[in-house]
C-alpha cells in the first residue's frame, strides 16, 4: 500500500527516518512518532458516509459487516451514528473506500 505524506517535505524526513530505523540507528519508537508526525491520518467516516459506502458496494448490512470481521449491529450503530468506527475498522473502511469492498472480503 502507498503511504499518503503530509507533504513532499515530510514524505522525505519519513524516508530519512526509515532509512535510519531499518540500519538499526533509530529505534521503533522513535519511528513511531516519525510515523505520526509525517502520514496522513485516516480519514472519519460520518454515518452517512459509511451507509452510501455500502450501498456503492451493493452489500447488506449483514454481508458489509461479515467482510469487516464486525458484528451486524456494529454496522447498524455506525449507519445510525451511535457509534464511530475506529482503530482497525477505520482503516478497513478506508482501505473498502479507496479499493473496494473486494480488497477486504
Not at 32 to 45: E, H
Not at 77 to 99: D, F, H, I, M, T
Amino acid at each position: 500500500m502507498i503511504k499518503q505524506y503530509r507533504s513532499r517535505l515530510m514524505s522525505a524526513i519519513h524516508g530519512t527516518a526509515t532509512d535510519l530505523h531499518e540500519a538499526g540507528l533509530l529505534g521503533k519508537r522513535v519511528m513511531q512518532v516519525f510515523d505520526v508526525m509525517c502520514l496522513t491520518p485516516v480519514k472519519l467516516l460520518s454515518a452517512a458516509e459509511i451507509r452510501a459506502l455500502r450501498l456503492r458496494e451493493g452489500a447488506s448490512q449483514a454481508v458489509f459487516a461479515r467482510c469487516l470481521n464486525v458484528p451486524p449491529e456494529l454496522v447498524d450503530q455506525w449507519e445510525c451514528g451511535e457509534k464511530r468506527p475506529q482503530g482497525p475498522s477505520l482503516k478497513l473502511l478506508v482501505l473498502v473506500a479507496r479499493n473496494g469492498l473486494e480488497t477486504v472480503a
